[in-house]
């Protein structure tokens, strides 16, 4: 028995050499597999991390120009909202009190059939000039806003009237109608307005003319048709205003006089 014992273990011994050499081989393998795994993960990883960082780069500055766009919109229609209020509120008043200048830019052109002014001063001066001729010449002067309303986005239209009761008695009452434009900035900022399309309110007998023909007449025209009877025109107060106020405009470097001023009743 010990003898057959004795002889079994050496054929044994092969076997388990065999077993051993094949287990570094699988480790071996096994190891290797392991590292191409984890150097497969390891430049995926850094590939995701690239392409994290890329997205990381790009969106904020995508969505902060979205943003910054968004907010420039918003900002626009909240200012063109307080345009129209502001308007609609200032416009019936404006030979009773001063108007709200915060819609308007400080390089605001105004334009009028005759003649173009620019700069909010020039501006500001225009509505004191309105508002104190308006008391010198006519006892009663108005002005009635008919239509408000946006032929496009940045622009606002007004329909008037304005009518007065001149100081003088060979005068009778008279009115005309005319449009105000304003045109706004991408910020709701309104910098120019443009006075134009005066239609003079006549009598059915009596031919109307532009208001070019009205003022700049040479010489003047002996029976102007603006008002609601035949009045010499030297003594038109209605003329008498236009050039009042054109003349306190042409004063360069003029201070803005304050409405106490403009006491007449």
């Known amino acids: 028995m010990a003898f057959l014992l004795s002889n079994l273990k050496p054929s044994l011994l092969p076997q388990t050499k065999s077993k051993s050499k094949e287990k570094p081989i699988q480790q071996t393998l096994l190891s290797a597999r ?6 497969f993960s390891s430049s995926l990883s850094t ?22 766009h968004q907010h420039q919109k918003d900002e626009f229609y909240v200012n063109l909202g307080l345009a129209v209020r502001t308007l609609r509120e200032d416009m019936p008043l404006i030979f009773i009190k001063d ?7 400080d390089d605001i052109t105004f334009m009028d059939p005759l003649n173009t002014f620019s700069g909010i001063e020039k501006y500001k001066l225009i509505f004191w000039a309105l508002r104190f001729h308006g008391k010198i010449l006519f006892r009663e002067i108005s002005l009635d806003v008919y239509r408000i309303w946006q032929p496009s986005e940045n622009m606002i239209l007004i329909r008037w009237n304005l009518r007065g009761v001149p100081r003088v008695p060979w005068e009778a009452k008279g009115e005309f109608q005319g449009t105000s434009r304003y045109k706004l900035d991408r910020n709701g900022k309104i910098y120019e307005h443009k006075v134009d399309s005066l239609a003079f309110n006549f009598p059915q007998t009596m031919k109307p003319v532009s208001v070019l023909d009205l003022v700049t007449a040479c ?18 107060s209605w003329i008498e205003f236009y050039q009042a106020v054109k003349d306190t405009l042409d004063h360069d470097k003029r201070l803005l006089p304050q409405d106490s001023l403009a006491t007449c009743s």
């Open 34 to 39: 392991n590292s191409s795994q984890f150097s």
């Open 47 to 68: 590939l995701q991390s690239s392409t994290a960082q890329v997205a990381q780069v790009n969106t904020p500055t995508t969505g902060a120009q979205d943003k910054h």
């Open 99 to 105: 108007i709200n200048y915060d819609i308007y830019r």
């Open 219 to 236: 010489p003047p025209s002996p029976n102007p048709t603006f008002l609601w009877g035949p009045v010499d025109s030297y003594s038109s």
